[in-house]
Nanobody, 115 residues
Framework: QVQLVESGGGLVLPGGSLRLSCLAS????????MGWYRQAPGKEREMVAT???????YYEDSVKGRFTIDRDNAKNSLYLQMNSLKPDDTSVYYC?????????WGQGTQVTVSS
């Protein structure tokens, strides 16, 4: 099993930045892909960005050029640097870890972009 704990959410003005962190514990050596998803009220959960063990990244179109995902395997940590934030980015952000035969989610961290 893998446990995931997110941190770094909060309230930010439009155009501002936040950096989310996710600390993984447990069977971290079995993780193949990690990522960030988000879910706004009344909407389905959507993928924001993913990164493989080898560093290959994928971004949802609306965040390309604004968000950067990276991971520090030595610290068992995943990050999401979010710049030029927009009100539409307001959501609960979830850390995600996929192993070969299982997937795990964190508890989520709220990001609110508002003036």
């Amino acid at each position: 099993q893998v446990q995931l704990v997110e941190s770094g959410g909060g309230l930010v003005l439009p155009g501002g930045s936040l950096r989310l962190s996710c600390l993984a514990s447990g069977s971290v050596s079995d993780i193949v892909v990690m990522g960030w998803y988000r879910q706004a009220p009344g909407k389905e959960r959507e993928m924001v960005a993913t990164i493989s063990t080898h560093g290959s990244t994928y971004y949802e179109d609306s965040v390309k050029g604004r968000f950067t995902i990276d991971r520090d395997n030595a610290k068992n940590s995943l990050y999401l640097q979010m710049n030029s934030l927009k009100p539409d980015d307001t959501s609960v952000y979830y850390c995600y870890a996929a192993l070969r035969f299982a997937a795990y989610w964190g508890q989520g961290t709220q990001v609110t972009v508002s003036s």
